[in-house]
T-cell receptor, first 114, second 115 residues
Framework: AQTVTQSQPEMSVQEAETVTLSCTYD???????LFWYKQPPSRQMILVIR??????QNATENRFSVNFQKAAKSFSLKISDSQLGDAAMYFC???????????FGQGTRLTINP | NAGVTQTPKFQVLKTGQSMTLQCAQD?????MSWYRQDPGMGLRLIHY???????DQGEVPNGYNVSRSTTEDFPLRLLSAAPSQTSVYFC??????????????FGPGTRLTVL
């Protein structure tokens, strides 16, 4: 069974600095997708970034980028120039090609200190 | 374009009561799903649908029923609410392309408390 593990229940960072959130996953599949979702206090789940496993290039979206290490089954999220609005719960998620469901990690609560 | 909408936002039930959580999307997405979010456990899939008239069970389907009579709507029914069903419920939708769901977009969630 596929599992996703986020080993950092909480992280904090000073405003304008860089923070990296960790995610590891376990799968025997070779074709799959990885996602980072942000959940602010409003509870809305917002897609931050997506990575296809067949792509070697790491995905980036403005201040958000990932470090995808397929052999190590690691998918970390880097947030550069942290802003107060980045404070939220962040979830790593996995879906293998052909599957219908997302498998989520337990989440990391990110606090931004002004 | 409202995206994915859910009603109600909050609900309190007594054990044994039934209710329906509503979910609608206006993006013409074929795939729709229901997740529940419990503290420390991330989100878990309850039921999903790949089109009108087609539904299937997810990871934690017991105690819940679904139906999909239109592309837009995917209601979740609790037949006899139990305290273990206290949770936050999310509906999500996506395109369904070449036999698999695309990136999923989530509704705002419903916080359900069962006393």
């Amino acid at each position: 069974a596929q599992t996703v593990t986020q080993s950092q229940p909480e992280m904090s960072v000073q405003e304008a600095e860089t923070v990296t959130l960790s995610c590891t996953y376990d799968t025997s599949e070779s074709d799959y997708y990885l996602f980072w979702y942000k959940q602010p206090p409003s509870r809305q789940m917002i897609l931050v970034i997506r990575q296809e496993a067949y792509k070697q290039q790491n995905a980036t979206e403005n201040r958000f980028s990932v470090n995808f290490q397929k052999a190590a089954k690691s998918f970390s999220l880097k947030i550069s120039d942290s802003q107060l609005g980045d404070a939220a719960m962040y979830f790593c998620a996995y879906r293998y090609q052909g599957a219908q469901k997302l498998v989520f990690g337990q989440g990391t609560r990110l606090t931004i200190n002004p | 374009n409202a995206g994915v909408t859910q009603t109600p936002k909050f609900q309190v039930l007594k054990t044994g009561q039934s209710m329906t959580l509503q979910c609608a999307q206006d993006m013409n997405h074929e795939y729709m799903s229901w997740y529940r979010q419990d503290p420390g456990m991330g989100l878990r899939l309850i039921h999903y649908s790949v089109g009108a008239g087609i539904t299937d069970q997810g990871e934690v389907p017991n105690g819940y029923n679904v139906s999909r009579s239109t592309t837009e709507d995917f209601p979740l029914r609790l037949l006899s609410a139990a305290p273990s069903q206290t949770s936050v419920y999310f509906c999500a939708s996506s395109r369904f392309n070449r036999g698999q769901a695309d990136t999923q977009y989530f509704g705002p969630g419903t916080r359900l408390t069962v006393l």
